[in-house]
T-cell receptor, first 115, second 112 residues
């Protein structure tokens, strides 16, 4: 059973370009979370999605950032017109149904560098 | 507003001794707490958790203690091994399925 898969592992973008980060949850998991880790900081929640629904986007910047988790395919975190301050590690986590033990399983992350 | 705090950025312990990592929180609504371990260039790996109805949970060499009145939890690793060297994050949540609030991490070094 493969774990949470994130790609790419490293992404370099110039200011003003778009960044697309992908996350495939563990098999059987229908809940996806995105977190961002800035240097020397802990992980900060961005958004929580279930298939085709955004459940909680309270941690998402209001502009330039969007997320989706379509019926088929991976979850996508999209950052438009990237700026240097977007440089960070972006982690995706997945969990099974809410009935199950409340553990989030993390991917290895995507390290975004904005030049 | 940092609701979960790990005030020790780093800790060094001799192999075989006990490692104690501490975590404080401010939100009294938190009812579920976890510890994650993270190696460089990898994602956090779940270690151990505790519900607010308990004050202790043990799993092998790892024990988590929860003091609700002090809003404090700690992770004990006994005996510490060099492979335990990593960054440890504590996390907390309100209810099931909601976001986790993470501390800033403590970097543990176990000296052989």
């Amino acid at each position: 059973n493969a774990g949470v898969m994130q790609n790419p592992r490293h992404l370099v973008r110039r200011r003003g370009q778009e960044a697309r980060l992908r996350c495939s949850p563990m098999k059987g998991h229908s809940h996806v979370y995105w977190y961002r880790q800035l240097p020397e900081e802990g992980l900060k929640f961005m958004v929580y999605l279930q298939k085709e629904n955004i459940i909680d986007e309270s941690g998402m910047p209001k502009e330039r950032f969007s997320a989706e988790f379509p019926k088929e395919g991976p979850s996508i975190l999209r950052i438009q017109q990237v700026v240097r301050g977007d440089s960070a590690a972006y982690f995706c986590a997945s969990s099974p149904s809410l009935i199950a033990k409340n553990i989030q399983y993390f991917g290895a992350g995507t390290r975004l560098s904005v030049l | 507003d940092q609701q979960v705090k790990q005030n020790s950025p780093s800790l060094s312990v001799q192999e075989g001794r006990i490692s104690i990592l501490n975590c404080d929180y401010t939100n009294s609504m938190f009812d579920y707490f976890l510890w994650y371990k993270k190696y460089p260039a990898e994602g956090p790996t779940f270690l151990i958790s505790i519900s607010s109805i308990k004050d202790k949970n043990e799993d092998g060499r790892f024990t988590v203690f929860l003091n609700k009145s002090a809003k404090h939890l700690s992770l004990h690793i006994v005996p510490s091994q060099p492979g335990d060297s990593a960054v440890y994050f504590c996390a907390a949540s309100v209810g099931t399925g909601n976001q986790f609030y993470f501390g800033t991490g403590t970097s543990l070094t176990v000296i052989p």
